[in-house]
């Protein structure tokens, strides 16, 4: 099972919006409303910011947005701020042979 | 809140075993959830190695499944990771985490980094 695709780098300005895109099959991210985005910090343990495609965890600030698409689903950060600068992974339930895979992964850089 | 704290040895030698342990706090693992295993290389992205739930159900990534084996402690409220012939490719930050049935990993242990080394 392959990795889900994402962009290597995303970046944007204070205050844009930036959007990075995970790209799966249709036996992944097409077909379950399972996909999870994560943010990691430098050092630190990654974190949940979205689940279920589009719902997000309390204390995880409105600017971040899920949605999904076919087989991509898609993770919007408005108004960037600089502290959004880190590391962005989405997961998806891969189905009973596969269970979970994650993206490569894309580090977002606030210019 | 839950907490999890990986544990375990920092160095392992080529051809030997993993072997980690992820003690729960704040939460009772029989309780429901899954419990996972993530590793990271260092510099490279997320990969899931694994999981089981409080029965004992265990769902192993097919790419390690033939290394990998989890086992979990109720009494005790840990899980725990071995995988057998480790090589220098297995050196990796080590989090175990909770996993609910849609994939969500949260929250996330702190990390080990174990390495592969003779």
């Known amino acids: 099972q392959s990795a889900l695709t994402q962009p290597p780098s995303a970046s944007g300005s204070p205050g844009q919006s930036v959007t990075i895109s995970c790209t799966g099959t249709s036996s992944d991210v097409g077909y379950y409303n399972y996909v999870s985005w994560y943010q990691q910090h430098p050092g630190k343990a990654p974190k949940v910011i979205i689940y279920d495609v589009t719902k997000r965890p309390s204390g995880v600030p409105d600017r971040f947005s899920g949605s999904k698409s076919g087989n991509t689903a898609s993770l919007t950060v408005s108004g960037l701020q600089t502290e959004d600068e880190a590391d962005y992974y989405c997961?998806?339930?891969?189905?009973?042979?596969?269970?979970?895979?994650f993206g490569g992964g894309t580090k977002l850089t606030v210019l | 809140q839950a907490q999890l704290q990986e544990s375990g040895p920092g160095l392992v030698k080529p051809s030997e075993t993993l072997s980690l342990t992820c003690i729960v706090s704040n939460y009772s693992i029989d309780l429901g959830y899954y419990w996972g295993w993530i590793r990271q290389p260092p510099g490279k992205g997320l990969e899931w190695i694994g999981h089981?739930?409080?029965?004992?159900?265990?769902y192993y990534n097919p790419s390690l499944k033939s290394r990998v084996t989890m086992s979990i402690n109720t009494s005790k409220n840990q899980f725990s990771l071995k995988l057998s012939s480790v090589t220098a490719a297995d050196t990796a930050t080590y989090y175990c985490?909770?996993?609910?049935?849609?994939?969500?990993?949260?929250?996330w242990g702190q990390g080990t980094l174990v390495s592969v080394s003779s």
């Open positions: 089981i739930y409080h029965t004992g159900n265990t």
């Open positions: 997961n998806s339930y891969a189905g009973n042979n596969n269970y979970v895979i």
């Open positions: 985490a909770r996993v609910t049935s849609t994939v969500r990993v949260d929250p």
